[in-house]
């Protein structure tokens, strides 16, 4: 484990604003409800694109129109999850950044971001309106992260 985490993790026990936190019984729940409810929000996005990538689902509007339909949608869901899950860290630090499972998730979660920003780029670069390789494989790829993202996010209660 590093030696950052662990003084970052003291820091934070160290505030004021995490034992007020802590003792609210309701802001664990409220924001963990939160946090899942905006994961649901992106990973159902991804799940959509994907399949209109590949002609399997939304095929009455173009891959463009849903993109643009899901991402206000998708950008709010992450500004969410970015604050619900720093009040969860604020909360209990040493679950988050001390757990293994937590180390793993967060790089994805940048990295599949970073991914789909570059993937819708690519919609609607082709004259023809036809989806390319590419774009189908970085949707599936993309759809897949996100899965794998909550898994580490719903085990990271459990063990790491």
Known sequence: MADWLQQTTEGINA?????????LLWVVPTFQTIHILA???VFSASLIVALRAFGLA????TLVRWHQRFSLWTAFSL??????????ILAEPERELLNSLFQIKMPLVVATTL???GV??????RADGRVS????????LIFLLWAVIMGLGRWIAYAG
Do not use: E, N
């Open 79 to 88: 500004l969410a999850l970015l604050l619900s899950g720093c009040v969860l």
């Open 133 to 140: 390789i590419g774009v189908k494989l970085g949707a599936v």
């Open 115 to 117: 991914l789909s920003y």
């Open 120 to 125: 819708a780029r690519q919609f609607g670069r």
């Open 39 to 41: 994961v649901g929000v």
């Open 15 to 23: 505030m004021p604003m995490h034992q007020t936190v802590r003792d």
């Open 58 to 61: 939304g095929t009455h509007w």
